[in-house]
């Protein structure tokens, strides 16, 4: 009876460590959930000037979170990057066979960043960002707000922007990838718009693939703008190597 019992228990003790050790993963992504969603509330709050380096020290000295600052970046934009320290989570899930088990329990690799851009030694604007995986290294969802002083998108490069001055979009399917873009003359409710994320998603059992869950008030209004545009043909004015009329 009692070999028949440690016999039991060597079966299950697999079993349970498994268990266990997904219940721990489960966890801390809970945990660093809620630190990604701070990290978010605090890069809304952030000014673009130069007083927002040692705020952004500061957040990333905080409990779960990580600071990275980049070296010998003098003469191009570079990023100070703040993130939930799930770094280790993200790296195991990108071995496929746990990838496939972590999406029968709700879990995925997954990173999310609030930065603050810097060129010539000022501030130029503020950055939030979350990215998944699937088993790889490369994202299979990425998307972005970004905050700049200064845009590079032009009426030219997205002519809705005649619709709400210095609020933009990029989106490439291709890759999966979503980008809203606010600068000087972006009224504040666009503002907000741009940096609103449904970070319910990094905890969801549901996986969230598409932009409209993950940046939903972006997305309307990108899918807005695309209207707009359709009956708008007269937009169709500037050509490929000629010099931008606006």
Known sequence: MMLKHKWLMFLLAPVVLTFGFFLFLLGANYYYAKRATYVLQRIRALKIDNSSIAELKRLGSEHGLRYDEPDNCTDRPYLHIVSPNNQWMQSLLKSPTLARLGEHVGLRGWLAVGD???????????????AFFQGHLNPEVDLAAWDERDSEVDLCSYYPLKRHPGYAFRN????????ALVSTGASAQNRSRAFQFNLK????????????????????????????????PNNLVWQVGTKCPY
């Open 116 to 130: 603050i851009e810097l060129f010539n030694q000022q501030v130029t604007g503020k950055v939030y960002a979350v």
């Open 172 to 179: 490439a399917t291709n890759i999966r990838s979503f980008r």
């Open 201 to 232: 998603c990094l905890t969801s059992w549901q996986e969230c693939g598409q932009f409209s869950e993950l940046m939903p008030a972006a997305w309307a209004d990108y899918e807005e703008d695309g209207k707009w545009s359709e009956i708008h």
